[in-house]
């Protein structure tokens, strides 16, 4: 593979706001395309679209933005959401008769909190713990954990290492993406003079920050990686290199493995990366999987937020891999 690849430019943030943007614009003329033409209904949902206005607890539109990691367990919830209350006042009562729209957009952990801040989104999805700067710069704000995710160190099922070694040191991984270590019979004398091809998620992701503070401190990953524009891509992308070593999220490569793409993690410093090391913290290479929003959610937000929390949302963070970190509220 040439060296000459691969470590893609970081999107610019405002650039990915723009993404977001436009999703929820074509997300909203999708909306409008699909309303009935009734003139009663019409003129029902144009009154309780004024009523709304003035209320500012309550919103009909919501606009998820990040994580490429939480987008496809969001968007399943919204899609169901969606599917099971048409408008506002089917989920309640006192809402207005007013479309329910919830959108998802993916784009990557830091552009999840960048859309937040700068408010062309409600909620930022985030994949990693906040940055003190961030905090910050969001001021009052609330983290919605929905999932625990590690970081498994996979490489491919037919690479000759499966078998022979099933335990890596945190150094010698750092190592490896470091490009210290290049070819395979250097992790191992027994294995064969084969190029490690390292893949891993791009500079957007939350993931890649991740990594860089679990296992390479100030160590650079090597210009040579491959980058990844989700962590889907990332398992398919070891999948299909025998010699692919990368550091594919728990709840990808639980999803791959379930899908018939065979991956192997390693051990790290000699611990699984099961659910039960991951819970209890024995596992280090992890991160919180979860959603930001600013302020006091609105009435149809929370309305949402109960819907995610629910057995549904439970069954669907399972469904996608990951580890729910609630108990349903069975709403």
Known sequence: MSQSIKLKKSWNAKLLVFVCLAALCCGMLAACSSSTSSSS??????????????????????????????????????SSFTDSYPTWNE???????????????????????????????????????????EKEALGDYTEYEVAKDALTVSVNAENPIVG???NLSTDTIRQIFAGEITSWNQVDASLPDEPIQVYIRDLSGGAYEVFQKSVMGSSTVTAS????????????????????????????????????????????????????????????????VMFVG????????????????????YDVIVANGYIPSFAPNNK
Request: net charge negative; hydrophobic share 35%.
């Open 225 to 288: 990686a491959t980058q990844s524009a989700s962590m889907t891509e990332l398992a398919t992308n070891i999948a299909n290199n025998k010699w692919a070593i990368g550091y594919a999220g728990f709840g990808a490569y639980n999803k791959a493995n379930a899908n018939g793409t065979k991956l192997v993690a390693m051990k790290v410093d000699g611990v699984e990366a099961s659910e039960a090391n991951i819970v209890s913290g024995d596992y280090t290479i992890q991160r919180p």
């Open 294 to 313: 600013k302020g006091t959610p609105t009435k149809s937000s929370q309305a949402f937020i109960d819907y995610v929390y629910s057995q549904t949302g």
């Open 41 to 78: 209904q019409e003129g029902n949902s144009s009154q309780s679209s004024q009523e709304s206005a003035t209320d500012q607890s309550f919103k009909s539109n919501i606009m998820f933005c990040g994580s490429t990691s939480l987008y496809p367990i969001m968007s399943s919830l919204a």
């Open 91 to 133: 989920v309640d009562a006192s809402f207005p008769k007013t479309n329910v729209s919830i959108y998802v957009a993916p784009g990557g952990s830091g552009v999840g909190v960048s859309a937040l801040e700068e408010g062309t989104c409600d909620y930022g999805m985030v994949a990693r713990t906040l940055k003190d700067s």
């Open 164 to 166: 022979t070694v099933d």
